[in-house]
């Protein structure tokens, strides 16, 4: 799940991001028809190394099975859906649509892979499957509580080469300094689930993911909600009154916090007790796991309403800058735990180098609302 959040976040080559923020018909129609035929590229080239994979001589990790690699493009593609969707809505402003895509996302993904580990097997294939679930309702409900089906009738699927090199070359910015700063929190958890892995196995990481997923749940259902309206007002304030956006900033974080803090609270009394009633004794380990993330989750809500401060004052270098030492910190401090750790003193390892990571993103956001000037 995370190699397709990763193929797609790099692969679309920031236009997602360029669209978010163009206002203007043509340029927004040129740079939709641009981002769904680099999706198309994507789907095709994923295709073709999941099916070559599969007649390499050596033999693949456990858990990647056939069904595994073939749902790997269409995960990929659905990603890119979705960013396109997502992108598209809120250049036009149409926030109570892309609210509702997102909620019934993550009902509906994880349920769905519950309910397919229940009634076949929980096996990675059904997790992968689930998430396919989630990501295709969020596009449906984008495309139709947003009135976008007018834009996608009128989509060029067919890749056309010149074209795509012009648009990308023009927003290049988007490609590389901010497309990377987006990847790198990601790239941090790909990196530890394969840390924990490797070291204390898939049992282990099992616990973790399911955990990690749960916690989650709140910052997709509700930060990540609001973020669109949040960060049009930032924008607004940045050019109609740029002086007012520090406080803004600062009202945002406040805000989120608490929210934050409400959310998680019972998560960090209860962890162990709500994941045995939800899943059953064996997963006890996994609510515990849940109980101590939860923790640095809470300021993950305050840095994920705004964020976007980085992208509304033009600071993307400084955006890319900071997820790049938050990152180093993170992959540095697990790098630096003993050999003999076991699943919880790995968590609190984890959950205190989250908490600086977050502190750091906040610290930077706050910077980031004083700054002015041209894209840095």
Avoid at 141 to 158: A, F, H, Q, V
Avoid at 205 to 214: E, N
Avoid at 309 to 315: E, G, L, M, S, T
Avoid at 335 to 349: E, G, K, V, W
Wanted: proline letters at 5%.
């Amino acid at each position: 799940m995370t190699l397709a959040t990763l193929v797609a976040g790099f692969g679309m080559l920031g236009l997602p991001l360029a669209l978010a923020r163009e206002q203007h018909g043509n340029e927004q129609i040129r740079l939709l028809h641009a981002a769904v035929q680099i999706a198309v590229v994507l789907f095709g080239l994923c295709g073709i190394a999941a099916l070559a994979v599969q007649f390499f001589p050596y033999k693949l990790p456990a858990g990647v099975t056939a069904q595994v690699l073939l749902i790997l493009p269409i995960l990929v593609f659905l990603h890119c859906a979705q960013r396109v969707a997502d992108s598209l809505i809120n250049a036009k402003g149409r926030f109570p649509a892309q609210a509702a895509a997102r909620i019934g996302n993550a009902f509906t993904g994880r349920g769905g892979a519950l309910l397919l580990g229940w009634l076949v097997q929980p096996l990675a294939a059904s997790m992968l499957a689930g998430d396919c679930i989630g990501r295709f309702v969020h596009v449906v409900l984008t495309i139709e509580l947003g009135r976008l089906r007018p834009d996608c009738k009128s989509i060029n699927w067919r890749p056309h080469p010149k074209f795509l090199l012009k648009t990308v070359s023009e927003y290049r910015r988007f490609a590389l300094q901010s497309n990377f700063a987006a990847a790198l929190p990601m790239v941090s958890v790909l990196v530890v689930q394969l840390m924990l892995a490797i070291r204390l196995g898939a049992e282990a990481v099992g616990y973790y993911t399911l955990a990690q997923s749960i916690i989650t749940l709140p910052v997709t259902v509700v930060a990540l909600s609001s973020a669109p309206v949040v960060f049009h007002r930032f924008v607004r304030a940045a050019d109609e009154a740029p002086d007012s956006l520090p406080k803004l900033a600062q009202k945002a974080i406040l805000g989120y916090l608490l929210l934050g803090g409400l959310c998680m609270m019972p998560l960090i009394l209860f962890g162990q007790t709500l994941f045995e009633f939800a899943f059953g004794k064996d997963w006890i380990a996994a609510g515990s796991t849940a109980a101590i993330l939860a923790v640095p989750q809470v300021l993950n809500f305050g840095l994920t309403g705004v964020l976007s401060i980085f992208r509304v004052n033009r600071r993307i270098n400084a955006w890319m800058i900071f997820e790049g030492a938050g990152t180093f910190v993170i992959l540095l401090g697990m790098l630096l735990l003993p050999r003999d750790f076991d699943l919880r003193s790995a968590t609190i390892m984890l959950a205190g180098l989250r908490g600086l990571y977050c502190t750091l993103m906040i610290s930077g956001c706050l910077w980031a609302a004083k700054q002015k000037g041209e894209w840095s």
